[in-house]
């Protein structure tokens, strides 16, 4: 049997947020890796730039100096406006996560992380598309064909084990049969950038539960919506629809941001059109591990490629930054093994520890997610639960998966309970 020459340990698909912290992890514990990148860096990519404090920990851990000397605007928590009121709620103080949170654009962010898995030891390649696995006898992954730089020559690499952090198209997990479940929640979001000196400094994210609409009479939209400083002059606005409301996919969610926006005090700047800093852009949000299995014949699914998304809030970054850990620690632990059965036995344990870890909590999100997705629900929801801040306390925790694991308040302990009574999906 002639011996594979391997171009690494580890290729890993897609260099945002997941992909990057998995080449670190797998680095620093010295495998070769192979970080490949369809695009240059620095690059655009739609988000609301705003990080809880479970994304700040995994910064943390990659060595990332989140400093405001270093270029990050922090915040002590979520201003959250319904219901005629105004509510600030400050990060809880933990022991498992720090007590503030981040804003950073992403167009230098997923730059900064790549850049500290090359640091740790990974080869980036960008301009490189992935287009599709080249796959064994049996049908396992074995490496990937490509399309590199400007000509897009065909290139193929090869290793034993290949992480797809591809985002939400998937192209990888496609091209081996793993579809989007349409059972799972998925939402959609549309940004855009503003000048506005008045909000630009804010301590806190900004979150609208109620979206009102001036041309339209004061019109209820659909939807949330978030307001993030970034500290620089400008704003991070966007807003988001759930495919549990009867308006997603029937409404043009850009002319619905412009209608929110009329409505914002003229002060702001988010009224005149001349203060707006390229279009408004739009992107899907893939919830609670709507592609599955998360490892199947070679290959580990991360972050977006894997639907990581919370369906409570629609935050992906962090979820993409501990699926990547968890891979990088399952990957290192399988290749100390020898290759066939003993090595597919420890692979098999990064979806049941994904499962073990977030599976009863999407589930709730799930639940959560069909609820709002009825303007009256939201409505009653918003009007009864705002006037009371220790419910909202419950509410941030919850929303933002932010509990200590032993030894928390009963907060904690009501929400890890039902966690772990909720069936996992």
């Known amino acids: ?105 992403r167009l230098d962010f997923d730059d900064l992380l790549a850049k500290q898995a090359v640091g740790a030891g990974a080869e980036l390649r960008t301009g490189v598309n992935v287009v599709g696995p080249v796959l064994d006898d049996s049908g396992r992954a074995v490496g990937v064909n490509a399309e590199s730089g400007p000509g ?6 090869r290793a034993p084990l290949i992480v797809a952090g591809d985002g939400v198209s998937g192209r990888l997990p496609l091209a081996l049969g793993l579809a989007k479940r349409e059972d799972r929640p998925i939402g959609v979001a549309v940004r855009r950038y503003y000048q506005s000196p008045a909000k630009t400094n ?30 620089d002059g400008r704003v991070n606005v966007g807003l988001g629809v759930l495919n549990s409301s009867s308006a997603f996919g029937k409404t043009n969610y850009r002319r619905m941001l412009t209608d929110w926006l009329a409505n914002t005090p003229p002060e702001w700047g988010m009224t005149d059109e001349t203060n707006a800093e390229g279009p408004i852009l739009g992107a899907a949000l ?23 998304v919370n369906p409570f809030n629609g935050e992906g970054i962090a979820y993409a930054m501990e699926s990547g850990e968890l891979a990088a620690e399952v990957i290192v632990q399988a290749l100390a093994r020898a290759e066939g059965a003993d ?31 009825n303007p009256q629900i939201m409505r009653i929801a918003t009007k009864h639960g705002m006037p009371h801040p220790t419910l909202m306390r419950f509410v941030l925790k919850l929303l933002a998966n932010l509990t200590d694991p032993r030894d928390g308040d009963a907060m904690d302990r009501v929400i890890n309970a039902m966690t772990k009574v909720a069936p996992a999906v």
């Open 343 to 373: 090595r597919e036995r420890a692979l098999a344990g990064y979806p049941a520890e994904l499962k073990a870890r977030y599976g009863g909590y999407y589930r709730l999100g799930g639940i959560f997610v069909k609820l709002i997705g």
């Open 1 to 105: 049997m002639a011996t594979v020459e391997y171009d690494a340990d580890v290729i890993v698909v897609g260099a945002g947020p997941g992909g990057s912290t998995t080449a670190y992890h797998l680095a620093r514990n010295g495998l070769r890796v192979l970080l490949l990148e369809k695009t240059e860096f620095p690059r655009e990519k739609v988000c609301g730039d705003g990080l809880t404090p479970r994304a700040v920990k995994q910064l943390v851990k990659l060595g990332v100096d989140t400093s405001p000397e270093a270029g990050w605007l922090h915040n002590r928590g979520l201003r959250v406006i319904g219901g005629g009121m105004r509510l600030e709620l400050d990060w809880p103080e933990l022991a498992s996560f720090p007590n503030y949170g981040l804003v950073r654009t």
């Open 286 to 308: 893939p919830m609670g591990f709507n592609r599955v299995p998360h490892y199947t014949r070679g290959v580990l699914l991360v972050g977006d490629s894997g639907g990581m």
């Open 202 to 231: 804010d301590n806190y994210l900004e979150s609208w539960l109620e979206l009102r609409s001036r041309d339209s009479g004061d019109k209820l939209l659909p939807g949330y919506g978030w307001i993030f400083g970034m500290g």
């Open 152 to 157: 897009k020559e065909p290139v193929t690499f």
